[in-house]
T-cell receptor, first 116, second 110 residues
């Protein structure tokens, strides 16, 4: 298996622009997580899905952030409009079927977002 | 939000030595996990220990859990340069999400 796939790996954009991050989870995994990692705040859970349904979005910072999972093999995290404080590494992770939201998670390589 | 706190924050050791890092948490947990992150990469799951377990091994890794002290330790034996990474503990407080610590930076000098 190729593991969790994220694109793009790096994104540099100007403040105010829309940013879309993409994730393909491991086939057969039914949980998908979006995290944000910064030096100051560490790794924060933004939102997670189970069987394509958003379960907990309490970590989404504000309305500028939205996430979708239209099918079992694809998810997007969108920021509109982007701000410099959104600069971070964004990780997607998935968890094997039936294991739940709090067992081993498989992380993608991350997208490093820089907003200038 | 509650999360594990690793200690020490940074550790530098010679290849072949053992590396020990600790994680403390605040309230009761269902399980505790350790992850490794190499520079510029995603986190990799290493080991999970349940609240009713006291010790687990996986290769050169040994994890202990002391629920009375609300702490866990990760021991890497016979360290290698490839073990250079950040190590995170993650706790399941029963709220259907993992809380990650800030991480330990371990540098293994060849």
């Amino acid at each position: 298996d190729a593991g969790v796939i994220q694109s793009p790996r790096h994104e540099v954009t100007e403040m105010g622009q829309e940013v879309t991050l993409r994730c393909k989870p491991i086939s057969g995994h039914d949980y998908l997580f979006w995290y944000r990692q910064t030096m100051m705040r560490g790794l924060e859970l933004l939102i997670y899905f189970n069987n394509n349904v958003p379960i907990d979005d309490s970590g989404m910072p504000e309305d500028r952030f939205s996430a979708k999972m239209p099918n079992a093999s694809f998810s997007t995290l969108k920021i509109q409009p982007s701000e410099p404080r959104d600069s971070a590494v964004y990780f997607c992770a998935s968890s094997p079927y039936g294991r739940g939201a709090t067992y081993e998670q498989y992380f993608g390589p991350g997208t490093r977002l820089t907003v200038t | 939000s509650q999360q594990g706190e690793e200690d020490p924050q940074a550790l530098s050791i010679q290849e072949g030595e053992n590396a020990t890092m600790n994680c403390s948490y605040k309230t009761s947990i269902n399980n505790l996990q350790w992850y490794r992150q190499n520079s510029g990469r995603g986190l990799v799951h290493l080991i999970l220990i349940r609240s009713n377990e006291r010790e687990k091994h996986s290769g050169r890794l040994r994890v202990t859990l002391d629920t009375s002290k609300k702490s866990s330790s990760l021991l890497i034996t016979a360290s290698r340069a490839a073990d250079t990474a950040s190590y995170f503990c993650a706790t399941d407080y029963g709220n259907n999400r993992l809380a990650f610590g800030k991480g330990n930076q371990v540098v293994v000098i060849p």
